[in-house]
């Protein structure tokens, strides 16, 4: 079966700019995520979504990033405006989401943000 | 609030050798652990998880880990290592619904295996 897609999977913007992602997650997959991995750290989650419904966005910094899913099937993950802390590698996963605690989450190869 | 602490940033070792990679857990509540591994420019992968029962786990590629609960420990090991075992390890808890999380993962800072010829 066809992986988690991200794209595009390399961006470098100017801070105060603005940037948006973009995940399709495996077909059929409920639950999705978005997580933020800075370097040298473990990935932290941003925002859990589970269908088109926000589970989790406690640790989102809703003053300048935004998800949505629409149709509870593909997400973009938005920041705007950029800073220069935002610099990390985005990753997306899904989950089958009937199991949320125990469930696999498959995770896509990352978009690597890089603010100048 | 729950934590994770993986002891060893980089962990060099010949090609054949065996490997441990250490990974401490902080929480009040029982939890799911989770280890996952990353190859370079690439997604993460699970390599095995424990969610309850025989506390050894055995995952893919030979590795296995042990759930100690008396230490809050989850151990990566592998008998014998291959070049292709280069790769960030990345150990997991997920707290059994405490504090309201929907089974979200929380992450270590990850280990950096390096398998040398």
């Known amino acids: 079966e066809a992986g988690v897609a991200q794209s595009p999977r390399y961006k470098i913007i100017e801070k105060r700019q603005s940037v948006a992602f973009w995940c399709n997650p495996i077909?059929?997959?409920?639950?999705l995520y978005w997580y933020q991995q800075i370097l040298g750290q473990g990935p932290k989650l941003l925002i859990q979504?589970?269908?088109?419904?926000?589970?989790?966005d406690s640790q989102l910094p809703k003053d300048r990033f935004s998800a949505e899913r629409l149709k509870g099937v593909d997400s973009t993950l938005k920041i705007q405006p950029a800073k220069l802390e935002d610099s990390a590698v985005y990753l997306c996963?899904?989950?089958?989401?009937?199991?949320?605690?125990?469930?696999?989450?498959?995770f896509g190869p990352g978009t690597r943000l890089t603010v100048l | 609030a729950q934590s994770v602490t993986q002891l060893d940033s980089q962990v060099p070792v010949f090609e054949e050798a065996p490997v441990e990679l250490r990974c401490n857990y902080s929480?009040?509540?029982?939890?799911?652990l989770f280890w996952y591994v990353q190859y370079p420019n690439q997604g993460l992968q699970l390599l095995l998880k424990?969610?309850?029962?025989?506390?050894l786990v055995k995952g893919i590629n030979g590795f296995e880990a042990e759930f100690n609960k008396s230490q809050t420990s989850f151990h990566l090991r592998k008998p014998s290592v291959h070049i292709s075992d280069t790769a960030e390890y990345f150990c997991?808890?997920?707290?059994?619904?405490?504090?309201?999380?929907?089974?979200?993962?929380?992450f270590g800072k990850g280990t950096k295996l390096s398998v040398k010829p």
């Open positions: 424990y969610l309850s029962g025989s506390t």
């Open positions: 997991a808890v997920n707290p059994r619904g405490y504090g309201g999380s929907q089974g979200n993962l929380i």
């Open positions: 929480s009040s509540v029982s939890v799911y």
């Open positions: 979504f589970q269908n088109n419904g926000v589970v989790d």
């Open positions: 077909s059929g997959h409920a639950t």
């Open positions: 996963a899904s989950s089958p989401g009937s199991l949320l605690y125990t469930d696999t989450q498959y």
